[in-house]
């Protein structure tokens, strides 16, 4: 099936400093990709949506100057968050889908852990 | 909001059927529902999607009935293994990809 690769793993930053994590879809075009973040035990929820060559549609709530999104080319989405501070620690999911149409099976990436200290 | 609504966790025991109900009453004509599993510090990943009555894959089988306003994942025979979070999703006008609460799932030796 298709693969969804998200770097790094897990981070550890300190406060004020700024993270970037990659997201690529190893084997397809991701016309659509989307950024999730998810707290211990609870459910994920939805960033940003970004289709390739456009800006990022983010959620409300969901600080666009902060939570930086490029999707530059078909095969690959970042999320930076910039001015990392220790409310920002989450589990971060990319996903992503070859088309536009919602019912389309999404492909995850394995996520990122950050820490801000 | 989410536009489903499941059980918030199940217990059943190795070697069962274990079944989960998706509650979707505002499916629209064109949506098909899909379910996706998540085991901690993972991301979701597709476990099998439908339109209508049944489909039935090498993981699971998927039960909608006529009216589509519910549907039901089967797990034929779990094991401990198949102790994860489980979502149900509908589409979305908006293009976005809204996740609910899921069902957490804990298998029992």
């Known amino acids: 099936g298709a693969v969804v690769s998200q770097h790094p793993s897990w981070v550890i930053c300190k406060s004020g400093t700024s993270v970037k994590i990659e997201c690529r879809s190893l084997d397809f075009q991701a016309t659509t990709m989307f950024w999730y973040r998810q707290f211990p035990k609870q459910s994920l929820m939805l960033m940003a949506t970004s289709n390739e060559g456009s800006k990022a549609t983010y959620e409300q709530g969901v600080e666009k100057d902060k939570f930086l999104i490029n999707h530059a080319s078909l095969t690959l989405s970042t999320l930076t968050v910039t001015s990392a501070h220790p409310e920002d620690s989450s589990f971060y999911i990319c996903?992503?889908?070859?088309?536009?149409?919602?019912?389309?099976?999404?492909?995850f990436g394995s996520g990122t852990q950050l820490s801000v200290l | 909001l989410a536009k489903t609504t499941q059980p918030i966790s199940m217990d059943s025991y190795e070697g069962q059927e274990v079944n989960i109900t998706c509650s979707h009453n505002?499916?629209?004509?064109?949506?098909?529902i899909t379910w996706y599993q998540q085991f901690p510090s993972q991301g979701p990943r597709f476990i099998i999607q439908g339109y209508k009555t049944k489909v039935t894959n090498e993981v699971a089988s998927l039960f909608i009935p006529a009216d589509r306003k519910s549907s039901t994942l089967s797990l034929p025979r779990v094991s401990l293994s198949d102790t994860a979070v489980y979502y149900c999703?509908?589409?979305?006008?908006?293009?976005?990809?809204?996740f609910g609460k899921g069902t957490r799932l804990h298998i029992l030796p």
């Open positions: 999703l509908v589409g979305d006008r908006n293009d976005k990809i809204i």
């Open positions: 996903s992503a889908r070859e088309g536009r149409t919602t019912n389309e099976k999404l492909f």
């Open positions: 505002n499916i629209a004509t064109n949506d098909y």
